[in-house]
Structure formats: structure tokens, C-alpha cells
């Protein structure tokens, strides 16, 4: 086990109606709120209402429009600029994922006296951020309790994750009844990305029967409760588990003293997301099957052998490539049955852009270090392979 020094100073409030205790906490910010949010789903549901009628005692200025695979041009740099203008004390980001990343960049823009994409492209490092407050409405990201944001900057085709410590949330609310209203598509893409959040830290060098064990739950509650919800939008008990199991999914808590993996699926699926707009989770779902196909090896089949007995119930008695080829079709087949497309034509890429792709990924993500690296080559590979 390697050292750490590790702390995730968010706290949680989880739970049915929990934000009528959302005055008590802004109190402690100050009056003037900026409140960001997406395209309106938070009106549809009523939450937007709620908010206000809560905060009434509060100077609230509103970023609204905020897109998935949150743009820095114009959200950001809006934000920042009210941020600048209006003199904000707190942040309140109310939506997903997409959401509050974005509030991630403007908390810490607004600190800044420069252009922020010095601090999102780590040319500059943040000295402060505004505090954050948010409201999670979509299960998927885990971003209500990291320190990480992901930027699109359109111009240069970059998407890019941004981690500070200075980013978690003060306070992050988590209501389940939140995400009854999130469609088949986003449910489905949400629980892809949270599988991959672990998958990007499951494989690895390392094994210990409390990291694996907890990974491993994770991936089986995901699974499960996914198909729930999926079957009844409304059961609380499987949107309740699906919620915090997402939460958990990058702050680091699952891998523990684990070495690093260069989260090698990420680095690949930010590329198709920054060049075509893609549903981040739908990306993750078509890559995952065809990178474990191309990385097993030799020196990996032990942690797919595990995967594939302890996820999936896979007769450990079978031959290890077996297992290990079983439990990536399992994936696949997973992937699959919740309703995600699974190559990527479906989603709109072809492969006339592959090549640049891959070099972008090369050049910028570092996965040559990857626990299984990955060269420019290997890259485009898999991207053909997904097509
Ligand atoms: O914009 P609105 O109208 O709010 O609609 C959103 C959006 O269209 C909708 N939605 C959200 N809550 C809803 C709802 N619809 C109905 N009912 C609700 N309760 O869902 C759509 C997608 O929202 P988005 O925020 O984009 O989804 P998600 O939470 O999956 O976030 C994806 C973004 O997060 C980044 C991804 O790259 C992507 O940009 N990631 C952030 C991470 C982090 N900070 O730790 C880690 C992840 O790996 C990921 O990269
Ligand atoms: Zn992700």
C-alpha cells in the first residue's frame, strides 16, 4: 500500500426534502449568491422555485444556459465576470454534472486576476476559489463531493479536467427524488460513467481485499440499482443507492494507498467529447470494452480474472483469458441491455478524425504512463475498434 494524505473536506447532506436546510447553510457565505443552472430542467422540477422561495432573504443573481460538456466560452467566462461585477460571496450550482463543474471554473476565476483558462489549463495555480454550494440533480459524476471540473474550450477542441483543492464543495445537497425525472438516456449514461470512474481505478498494479471489495460493491449496486431505475424512475430506494454510490466515484476514496492508473478511458473519451459533443457516459460505455480488449495482457489478466469472478460470478475454475474475455463481454453486454449505444457511428463519429484525435490524447493526456500504456497508436486503435 503506497502513503497518501487525503481529506475531502465536503459536507454531505443527503436525503428526502434535506434542502429546507439550504438558508441556514448560505447564511454562513454571505447574501449575495450567484445561482448557475442548466437548459431548465431545474424549473421543470420545480427546484428552481424552491430555491427562491428558500433564499428570499438573499441577493441572488443568476448564470442560467450552462450546456453539458460545459463550455468556457461563453459560461465561464460569464461567470466569472458577475462574479467580478456583482461582488459574489458564495456559489450555488444547482443541476449536474456539467453544472457545477462549470461553477468550479467561475469559483475560481473569480479569484483570479487573469484569464482563467490559466488556472484550467494548469499554466497558473488557483491561490483561492469562491465557496460552492451545490444541489445535485443527475447521479453520474461524483463531482458533488471532488475537487475536479471539466472544461470545453470549442476553438481548440480541448476538454479538459481541472483539479484544485481549493474546488470541493463547502456543501453539497443529494435528494434522491431529484433525479426521478432524469430521462432513460442520462440514467443510463450516468451509471456508464460512474462504472468507469471505478473501472479507471480498479485496474491497477495493486490489490487489497478492502479496496477491491468496495469497488467491486460499487460496481454491483451501480448494475443493479441502474436497471431499477431504469424500470421504475420513481423508486427512491434505487435512485437513493445509485446517488451515493455515483459520489463516491473520483474524490479517491475507493483506491486508497492504490498507485496511480492514468485513468487511461477518460483521457481517450475526452477527446471525442471535446471534437463531437457527445454524452460524456455514452463515450466511456463504447470505449471501456474495446481498451480492456486491447490492454489485456499477460501482466493485467489477474485483475480481469477478478473482476469477472467477484462482479460477475464467473467460474473461477475457467481458464484466466476466458474469464477475463467473459467478463469484458459481460460489460459490453451490461452496457447494453440499459439502452446505451454501443459503437461510435451511433453517436455521430466516423473515422475521418480519428488520427487527430488520437494525437491529441497522446500529447496531452500522458497515458504512455498509464498503468497499461497507451501510445498514440494504441489510441487510435481502440477508437477504430468503437467505430
Ligand atoms: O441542462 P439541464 O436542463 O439542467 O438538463 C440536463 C442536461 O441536459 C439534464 N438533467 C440534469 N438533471 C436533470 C436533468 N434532466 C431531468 N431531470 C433532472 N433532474 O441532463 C443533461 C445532462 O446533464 P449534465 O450535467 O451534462 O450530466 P452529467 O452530470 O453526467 O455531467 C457530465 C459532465 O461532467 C463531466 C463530464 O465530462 C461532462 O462534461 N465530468 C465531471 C467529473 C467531475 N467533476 O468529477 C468527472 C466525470 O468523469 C466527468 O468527466
Ligand atoms: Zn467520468
Not at 486576476?113 to 490559466?118: M, R, V
Amino acid at each position: 500500500m503506497q502513503n497518501f494524505d487525503y481529506m475531502t473536506p465536503t459536507r454531505l447532506i443527503f436525503g428526502k426534502d434535506v434542502i429546507v436546510k439550504l438558508p441556514e447553510v448560505m447564511e454562513k457565505f454571505g447574501k449575495k449568491i450567484l445561482l448557475t443552472y442548466g437548459g431548465g430542467s431545474i424549473k421543470k422540477i420545480g427546484l428552481y422555485d424552491k430555491v427562491k422561495e428558500l433564499l428570499s432573504g438573499f441577493e441572488i443573481y443568476e448564470l442560467s444556459g450552462i450546456q453539458p460538456n460545459p463550455k468556457y466560452d461563453p459560461s465561464v467566462m460569464d461567470g466569472v465576470r458577475i462574479c467580478k461585477e456583482e461582488d459574489i460571496n458564495v456559489i450555488l450550482a444547482v443541476g449536474g454534472g456539467s453544472v457545477l463543474d462549470c461553477s468550479k471554473a467561475i469559483a475560481a476565476g473569480a479569484c483570479y486576476d487573469g484569464d482563467p483558462w490559466d488556472l484550467i489549463s494548469y499554466k497558473v495555480k488557483a491561490q483561492a476559489a469562491l465557496p460552492i454550494v451545490d444541489i445535485i440533480t443527475l447521479a453520474a459524476t461524483g463531482s458533488e463531493y471532488d475537487c475536479g471540473g471539466v472544461i470545453s474550450r470549442t476553438e481548440t477542441n480541448d476538454k479538459i479536467g481541472y483539479m484544485d483543492p481549493h474546488l470541493f464543495p463547502a456543501v453539497s445537497f443529494l435528494d434522491p427524488t431529484y433525479t426521478f425525472t432524469v430521462s432513460k438516456k442520462q440514467t443510463a449514461a450516468g451509471c456508464a460513467d460512474a462504472m468507469n470512474h471505478i473501472m479507471e481505478q480498479y485496474f491497477c498494479e495493486d490489490s487489497s481485499i478492502l479496496n477491491d471489495g468496495f469497488m467491486e460493491a460499487g460496481f454491483k449496486s451501480l448494475m443493479t440499482n441502474a436497471k431499477k431505475c431504469l424500470e421504475n424512475p420513481e423508486d427512491y430506494t434505487a435512485r437513493a443507492e445509485m446517488m451515493l454510490t455515483c459520489t463516491y466515484g473520483c474524490n479517491g476514496i475507493y483506491a486508497l494507498g492504490n498507485s496511480q492508473t492514468g485513468w487511461p478511458c477518460h483521457g481517450m473519451e475526452h477527446a471525442l467529447s471535446a471534437y463531437y459533443d457527445i454524452t460524456h457516459g455514452e463515450g466511456l460505455a463504447i470505449i471501456t470494452p474495446r481498451w480492456m480488449k486491447h490492454i489485456l495482457t499477460e501482466k493485467t489478466v489477474g485483475r480481469f480474472v477478478k473482476y469477472g469472478v467477484n462482479v460477475f460470478g464467473i467460474d473461477a475454475s475457467l481458464d484466466r483469458f476466458e474469464i477475463a474475455n467473459r467478463a469484458i463481454d459481460a460489460t459490453y453486454k451490461f452496457f447494453e441491455s440499459i439502452g446505451i449505444p454501443m459503437h461510435l457511428r451511433e453517436v455521430g463519429i466516423d473515422e475521418s478524425r480519428i488520427g487527430e484525435m488520437a494525437h491529441h490524447v497522446a500529447v496531452n493526456e500522458g497515458l504512455e504512463h498509464a498503468w497499461a500504456p497507451l501510445l498514440e497508436e494504441d489510441i487510435a486503435k481502440i477508437f477504430t475498434d468503437s467505430l
